[in-house]
């Protein structure tokens, strides 16, 4: 990586307090960096394919040797080279950036304006020292960032939903709905996916849920993921998407594709968001009723978030078995009060003990993701779903963590069966499944896990 050879100064992470912008900024060479960079913006032509890189970079080179000697900048080899490559960065890759979106061990980048970057590191969010010369360089990286998928990110158009080269997700806001400047939120894309097995040993969950969970995707249960943001709900949904067996057509549905499948027969449909004259919009509710007359055996969709998910109910109660989702929600009951609050909104006027008829038959089970105060992610409670009881829909959790405490800042805790059969058992027998004898029975504390 020698085009980042001269950004190291920017990627030490220290001083979690922020300073208040007015002190010097230690990066060596800044103001000779500012000039030369002035320079080669202006004189770099036109014509030059932004998209050819080594093309780029030899026509900035020129450019930089010719402003070197003009300007008769003294420079050891060293601090040129390192300057060289200080300015190719950050004009041509991500900028400051560009450090943190190589480095592995970093899962978030939350850029809040120009004076303040946050990352995130095994579920800690941390602030870092790195910060960009002014909002207009922000502003050049979002422009990096969007164009490739034909976005403009400006006043009229202040937020957007884009997508890094290697698939990171990626949200921009800027002025005048960000009072603190241009912002970019960036969910790196994992380069070597979760599997389960890394589940189980970061002690997301136990062995024997994981295999449980194994035996419900078999077995064709709908699933609902439930999780507050950035608990781990995408991850979880594309391990269990693994699950699928290879012989079933799988249709998936995202805002922004993140799932993986390794299956052959994946078709993948990604929603669009309306253009700049705000036409042209096509809803994850749309794509749900096209699935629909794709022969799907499994649907996938990535999140429920508004009216589609009526449409998923009415494709799970009709014979759609073994679909999955994810949902923004507390607890596994609250999952089930949001989608129904969102099948209310879809419009359809339907009575609420008919809406929740439906999630009562559609859902088999929820599973909730937590990401606690240590950083770490669990699968907290994972409830069936068995059916109404006059006007409420009955759940039975099936396995939970139970926290004990919290030691030197790790939280403590084991997880169990609750002791509780599921109704859906059945289902999985009837799938030729078995489980273990004691899959349901509790562990009790202090057991291994
Ligand atoms: N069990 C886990 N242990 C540790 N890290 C995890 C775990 N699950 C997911 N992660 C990491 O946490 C981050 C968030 O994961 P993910 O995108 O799946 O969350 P999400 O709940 O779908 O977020 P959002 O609400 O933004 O869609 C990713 O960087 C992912 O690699
Ligand atoms: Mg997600």
Not at 333 to 354: H, K, S
Request: glycine content about 8%; overall charge negative; aromatic content about 4%.
């Amino acid at each position: 990586m020698t085009v980042l050879r001269g950004m190291r100064s920017g990627t030490r992470l220290a001083t979690p307090q922020r300073d208040d912008g007015t002190a010097e900024r230690t990066e060596p060479y800044g103001d000779i960096k500012q000039r030369v960079q002035r320079r080669l913006l202006a004189e770099l032509s036109p014509s030059v394919e932004t998209n050819n890189i080594p093309e780029v970079r030899r026509a900035l080179e020129q450019i930089f040797n010719e402003t070197i000697a003009e300007e008769q900048i003294p420079l050891t080899r060293t601090e040129r080279a390192n300057l060289f490559e200080d300015i190719v960065a950050s004009i041509l890759g991500f900028g400051p950036l560009e450090p943190l979106l190589q480095d592995d061990s970093i899962t978030e980048i939350l850029v809040n304006g120009y004076d303040q970057v946050f990352i995130e590191r095994s579920g800690i969010l941390e602030e870092t020292d790195l910060r960009f010369r002014d909002s207009a360089e922000v502003l050049r990286i979002i422009d990096r960032i969007v164009s490739p998928i034909g976005r403009r990110v400006d006043e009229s158009s202040p937020m957007v939903d884009a997508r890094l080269p290697d698939g990171s997700r990626v949200n921009v806001i800027i002025p005048p709905l960000s009072l603190v400047g241009p912002c970019i939120s960036i969910r790196k894309f994992p380069k070597t996916a979760l599997t389960m097995d890394d589940m189980v040993r970061l002690d997301t969950l136990s062995q024997d849920a994981a295999t449980f969970l194994k035996a419900c995707v078999e077995a064709r249960l709908n699933i609902v993921i439930s999780g507050g943001t950035s608990t781990g709900k995408t991850t979880f949904l594309n391990i269990l998407s693994g699950y699928i067996p290879g012989h079933e057509r799988i249709i998936t549905i995202e805002d922004a594709a993140e799932l993986q499948l390794h299956q052959r027969h994946v078709v993948r449909l990604e929603s669009r968001p309306a253009n700049i004259e705000g036409k042209g919009q096509v809803p994850i509710r749309q794509l749900v009723i096209n699935a629909l007359r794709m022969r799907p055996d499994r649907i996938v969709v990535g999140e429920v978030r508004g009216a589609e998910a009526l449409d998923m109910l009415q494709a799970m109660n009709t014979g759609h078995d073994g679909s999955m989702t994810t949902a923004h929600a507390n607890t596994t009951r609250d999952a089930l009060r949001r989608v129904e609050t969102m099948v209310l909104m879809a419009g359809m006027d339907l009575p609420l003990r008919a809406v929740r008829e439906q999630i009562s038959s559609a859902f088999d089970m929820v599973l909730q993701l937590e990401r606690l105060t240590d950083g770490t992610r669990k699968v907290t409670t994972i409830s069936e779903v068995q059916g109404m009881e006059g006007d409420t829909v009955v759940m039975q959790d099936i396995f939970r963590f139970a926290q004990t405490g919290v030691r030197e800042g790790k939280v403590e805790g084991f997880f169990t069966a609750t002791g509780v059969r599921p109704r859906f058992s059945e289902k999985i027998e009837a799938a030729g499944i078995i489980l273990p004898a004691n899959t349901y029975l509790p562990t009790g504390k202090g057991a291994k896990h």
